[in-house]
């Protein structure tokens, strides 16, 4: 964070008993391409929101593909103040933080725009514990994904001797489970694993499949809402606890379940826009999993549901309480998956 203050300000600042508006410039930092559409219908429309509530008292400026640091580091960033905001996936670092990992876990979510207001009211029973470090602004998923293949997969024993680019820490025990290996690169470096022969298959949403350039690499698409990938928003403390009290207050305006599901929104619009684009593609084939298909898929991530539960008592939670909870507040924004019961 940098704090300035205008020339005319410091002009005045002289005067008697005059006191200035604090200024204050912060870092953005993602890991997505400039071009895709969180960065455009979500991030942008934000940091527009925030600077002009402030009346251009704060400024943001965005640093998009990871100029600021890899993908994994980006919570540490905005720990360690090489961000003032970043945009993170917990799911980049297995086992750090359990509890929000329950977004993680296959067949429950419908979509994202109620997905997504859900998981932040629901997380924010836990965020200052769990994210201790940071202060936890947005909380927010894409809408649901699928397996996306070279071959064929309809049913879980298909993932048996496959090597599969996970999204998330919950997918890579979920294909171990199911006899594949685990390729762990983050979401820029994908297409290269898929491309070099290092991966056979990835669990992406849909319209990302051609954002990353992964559409001349796969053909096969499992066509059923399989999981969601959970996401924060985080902004260092210290320059969150420096700022200003009128300051906190338009950041705290921008913290909300609200802007939660509107910064999710238009991303998720778009990658329901590339399943119906892939459906349109004769040179794709999407398989929808059959009523029995699909049991042997909800019988299949039991065990991740168990895992998860044991994770998050070990932190002392009860963890049958949470888990209710969070599926009380998809139920509640209509994005539970029905059949994931």
Same mark, same amino acid.
């Given at each position: 964070?940098?704090?300035?203050? /205008?020339?005319? *300000?410091? $002009?005045?600042?002289?005067?008697?008993?005059?006191?200035?508006?604090?200024?204050?410039?912060?870092?953005?930092?993602?890991? $997505?391409?400039?071009?895709?559409? $969180?960065?455009?219908?979500?991030?942008?429309?934000?940091?527009?929101?925030?600077?002009?509530?402030?009346?251009?008292?704060?400024?943001?400026?965005?640093?998009?593909?990871?100029?600021?640091?890899? =993908?994994?580091?980006?919570?540490? %960033? *905005?720990? #360690?103040?090489?961000?003032?905001? =970043?945009?993170?996936?917990?799911?980049?670092?297995?086992?750090?933080?359990?509890?929000?990992? =329950?977004?993680?876990?296959?067949? %429950?979510?419908?979509?994202?725009?109620?997905?997504?207001? *859900?998981?932040?009211?629901?997380?924010? &029973?836990?965020?200052?514990?769990?994210?201790? &470090?940071?202060?936890?602004?947005?909380?927010?998923?894409?809408?649901?994904?699928?397996?996306?293949?070279?071959?064929?997969?309809?049913?879980?024993? #298909?993932?048996?001797?496959?090597?599969?680019?996970?999204?998330?820490?919950? %997918? *890579?025990?979920?294909?171990?489970?199911?006899?594949?290996?685990?390729?762990?690169?983050?979401?820029?470096?994908?297409?290269?694993?898929?491309?070099?022969?290092?991966?056979?298959?990835?669990?992406?949403?849909?319209?990302?499949?051609?954002?990353?350039?992964?559409?001349?690499?796969?053909?096969?698409?499992?066509? /059923?809402?399989?999981? =969601?990938?959970?996401?924060?928003?985080?902004?260092?403390?210290?320059?969150?606890?420096? $700022?200003?009290?009128?300051?906190?207050?338009?950041? &705290? @305006?921008?913290?909300?379940?609200?802007?939660?599901?509107? %910064?999710?929104?238009?991303?998720?619009?778009?990658?329901?826009?590339?399943?119906?684009?892939?459906? @349109?593609?004769?040179?794709?084939?999407?398989? /929808?999993?059959?009523?029995?298909?699909?049991?042997?898929?909800?019988?299949?991530?039991?065990?991740?549901?168990?895992?998860?539960?044991?994770?998050?008592?070990?932190?002392?939670?009860?963890? @049958?309480?949470?888990?209710?909870?969070?599926?009380?507040?998809?139920?509640?924004?209509?994005?539970?998956?029905?059949?994931?019961?």
């Amino acid at each position: 964070m940098r704090v300035t203050t /205008t020339i005319a *300000a410091a $002009l005045v600042a002289a005067l008697p008993g005059v006191a200035t508006a604090q200024e204050v410039n912060l870092s953005f930092a993602h890991w $997505l391409p400039p071009t895709h559409p $969180l960065h455009t219908t979500g991030f942008e429309p934000w940091v527009r929101s925030i600077e002009e509530a402030s009346e251009g008292r704060i400024t943001i400026d965005i640093f998009p593909a990871r100029q600021l640091g890899a =993908a994994a580091d980006h919570y540490d %960033m *905005a720990r #360690d103040g090489i961000a003032d905001i =970043a945009w993170i996936n917990p799911g980049y670092q297995p086992g750090r933080f359990p509890v929000i990992a =329950a977004g993680e876990l296959p067949l %429950m979510v419908e979509n994202a725009r109620g997905g997504s207001r *859900a998981l932040h009211e629901w997380y924010a &029973d836990f965020a200052a514990e769990e994210m201790a &470090d940071v202060f936890v602004c947005n909380v927010h998923m894409h809408d649901p994904g699928t397996f996306h293949s070279k071959v064929p997969v309809r049913v879980p024993s #298909d993932i048996s001797g496959r090597n599969v680019r996970p999204a998330h820490a919950t %997918m *890579a025990r979920f294909v171990s489970q199911l006899g594949g290996a685990s390729v762990q690169v983050s979401a820029p470096e994908a297409r290269e694993a898929i491309a070099r022969g290092a991966a056979d298959m990835i669990t992406f949403p849909w319209e990302s499949i051609y954002i990353f350039g992964i559409d001349r690499e796969v053909s096969h698409h499992l066509d /059923t809402k399989l999981y =969601a990938t959970t996401f924060a928003v985080v902004m260092n403390q210290a320059m969150v606890d420096g $700022l200003p009290d009128d300051l906190r207050r338009i950041v &705290d @305006d921008h913290c909300t379940p609200q802007w939660a599901e509107r %910064m999710a929104s238009g991303w998720a619009d778009v990658e329901a826009d590339g399943r119906q684009k892939m459906a @349109d593609d004769p040179n794709r084939t999407l398989y /929808t999993p059959t009523p029995a298909e699909l049991a042997e898929w909800k019988a299949a991530a039991e065990p991740l549901v168990a895992e998860w539960k044991a994770a998050v008592a070990e932190r002392g939670h009860d963890a @049958d309480a949470v888990h209710e909870a969070y599926v009380a507040k998809l139920k509640e924004h209509g994005a539970f998956l029905e059949t994931g019961e």
